[in-house]
């Protein structure tokens, strides 16, 4: 079993939908959580970070945690053409010092 | 654009071979990353320096090695090349330390290797 378990999609919606992706994890020492999002040929880019359980809100992209589930969600409102991207789910475990990703949600938002 | 360069975009190389990926971080970053991205693997994270030195160790196989230059900027080297050593390899940079939350890492456009 992965540490870090994310669906790979692919998602597709129409434009307008709230989209919600999901990661879980194993790990108790996983203490940070983040969402990258990556065009295609692209590096990653930061979206959204939170370390403790709840919501966290940036306009239209809001990011959940729920430590004690070891289940972390973000939702994207009013989704657009151009967050078609494929989303990765990130963790910091402070113990070791070390970062690992989600395998990535490939979404597609269609006008 | 990042502000992260990576060279080369692409290489193409056979079994056996050692290949050298280089990255600038961005200009007043200290730390580099190294990440491998491959389709069956996902984004892993290697290895991290931070002004020169080793700060933080992930998922790095004993043939590949990286350093960072008084310059600031890094290599990474990968040796005896197989072919599941066919990824994208990302350098990121920051100014933090570590892995610090709130501390955003800048990612380059990554260097695509293909091993025959």
Redesign the interface.
């Known amino acids: 079993q992965k540490e870090v378990e994310q669906d790979p999609g692919p998602l597709s919606v129409p434009e307008g939908a709230i989209v919600s992706l999901n990661c879980t994890y194993s790990n108790s020492a996983f203490q940070y959580f983040m969402w990258y999002r990556q065009y295609s040929r692209k590096g990653p880019e930061l979206l959204m970070y939170t370390y403790s359980s709840g919501n966290k809100e940036d306009g239209r992209f809001t990011a959940q945690v729920d430590k004690s589930s070891k289940y972390i969600s973000l939702f994207i409102r009013d989704s657009q053409p151009s967050d078609s991207a494929t989303y990765l789910c990130a963790m910091i475990s402070y113990n070791n010092n070390d970062m690992r990703f989600g395998a990535g949600t490939r979404l597609t938002v269609k006008p | 654009d990042?502000g992260?360069t990576q060279t080369p975009k692409h290489l193409i190389t056979a079994t056996g071979q050692r290949v050298t990926l280089r990255c600038s971080p961005r200009s007043g970053d200290l730390s580099v990353y190294w990440y491998q991205q491959s389709l069956d693997q996902?984004?892993?994270?290697l290895i991290q320096y931070y002004n020169g030195e080793e700060?933080?160790k992930?998922n790095i196989l004993e043939r590949f090695s990286a350093q960072q230059f008084p310059d600031l900027h890094s290599e990474l080297n990968l040796s005896s090349l197989e072919l599941g050593d066919s990824a994208l390899y990302?350098c990121?940079s920051s100014v933090a330390e570590?892995?610090e939350?709130?501390e955003?890492?800048y990612?380059?456009?990554?260097t695509r290797l293909l091993v025959l």
């Open positions: 990042s992260v996902g984004l892993q994270f700060r933080a992930g990302f990121a570590g892995f939350l709130g955003t890492q990612f380059g456009p990554g």
